[in-house]
């Protein structure tokens, strides 16, 4: 799944400085989070409510685990250029650096929260908890201004 980031975010990052499309880019990342992990979520359940299709469900939830991990972790550094770009030049530092802060408050909140999904609602509690966080993330990459690329 690393490899596979890795290799998505220097090619998103490539593929948006050619295009000037960041702020598409990154609503598309969103949206294609939520459905990944929504799907990931129905299968778990599926599984565990259709124990004979488990030898078939059991690679097809593994193979989408790696697809929606790849794909929420492909677009970081494209979401950090877009923030310096809006930011300016005068307060990138700032702005990064504030963005940094919260994504490191979720990596010490996100642990923390795992367990109690698993006991109230397991695997497809968390898996569906990741779609709306993502789902409530989309909205955050405006769309550009009417007539202009993003930078």
């Not at 294609?32 to 409510?49: E, M, P, R």
């Amino acid at each position: 799944m690393q490899i596979g980031a890795m290799v998505m975010r220097v090619w998103s990052g490539r593929f948006t400085d050619r295009r000037g499309n960041r702020r598409s880019f990154l609503r598309l990342c969103s949206a294609l989070s939520v459905i990944a992990f929504a799907a990931l979520g129905l299968l778990v359940l599926a599984s565990a409510a259709m124990s004979e299709w488990q030898p078939i469900l059991s690679p097809a939830i593994l193979g989408l685990l790696v697809v929606a991990g790849v794909c929420v972790s492909s677009w970081h550094g494209v979401a950090y250029t877009e923030l310096a770009t809006l930011a300016g030049a005068n307060h990138a530092g700032t702005a990064l650096g504030l963005a940094n802060s919260f994504v490191f408050i979720v990596f010490f909140l996100v642990p923390i929260a795992i367990p109690g999904l698993l006991v109230f609602w397991s695997w497809t509690g968390v898996w569906l908890a990741a779609a709306f966080c993502a789902l409530i993330a989309w909205p955050i990459f405006l769309r550009p201004e009417h007539g202009r690329k993003s930078a």
